[in-house]
Each structure stands twice: as C-alpha cells, then as structure tokens.
C-alpha cells in the first residue's frame, strides 16, 4: 500500500504565493517520478510539473512561476505570482516501484495519486 498525503492549498490573491506538499509513505522501493497536476472545472487533468533524478519538467504556463522540488519521499510546489486561471485541485502524483506483502519488487512501476488541494486564485 502506497499513501500520499497533500497540504498546503487555499484561497489567494492574485500575485500571490502558496506552496503546496505532498509526503508518500507505504511500500515503496524507488520513486522514478513525483509530480504536480491540476485539473480545473470543466477541464482536463494538466501536467503542472515533474521531477526525477534531480531533473525537472514545467507546463509552459508555469515556467518562471513555479518551482517544484524534492526530498526523500516528498514533492513540494512553490507557487508565485498566482494568476486566476491558476485555480484548479492540484493532485500530487507518484510513480514508482513498490514491494508486495513479502516484501518482495513487484516487477515495473505503479502510479499513484493524491487526493487533491484545491487552489483558488481571486480578489
């Protein structure tokens, strides 16, 4: 069993800042990848951004914005000049090998996903 847990979401002004994290915890033997994805009403889930080994990948409408970063078993987002169309549940997401109940690799990798914060950018 794998768990990620979210915090940090809200409700902020435009040109403002919210970071948001996310910790995983369960059996797990090597994260490939953690990310950040958004999904807003009536919209498509959307890559925010992503991190493996040290590398980073960012949406074109968040490059210079945000900054993700990780540690351990923890992925955070830093979020600055937030803009309206910012808003959206932000669903942190983890894929990577787990063991299974013998403690034992389970062949490949898994993907996992968090519950979603919701982030709300408005006057």
């Known amino acids: 069993q794998v768990q990620l847990v979210e915090s940090g979401g809200g409700l902020v002004q435009p040109g403002g800042s919210l970071r948001l994290s996310c910790a995983a915890s369960?059996?797990?033997?090597?994260?490939?990848?953690m990310g950040w994805y958004r999904q807003a009403p009536g919209k498509q889930r959307e890559l925010v951004a992503v991190?493996?080994?040290?590398s980073t990948n960012y949406a074109d409408s968040v490059k210079g914005r945000f900054t993700i970063s990780s540690a351990k078993n923890t992925v955070a987002l830093q979020m600055s000049s937030l803009k309206p169309e910012d808003t959206a549940v932000y669903y942190c997401?983890?894929?990577?090998?787990?063991?299974?109940?013998?403690?034992?690799?389970?062949?490949?990798?898994?993907?996992?996903w968090g519950q979603g914060t919701q982030v709300t950018v408005s006057p």
């Open positions: 997401n983890l894929v990577a090998q787990v063991l299974d109940s013998t403690k034992l690799i389970i062949p490949g990798t898994r993907d996992y």
């Open positions: 369960g059996s797990i033997f090597s994260i490939h990848r």
């Open positions: 991190i493996s080994s040290g």
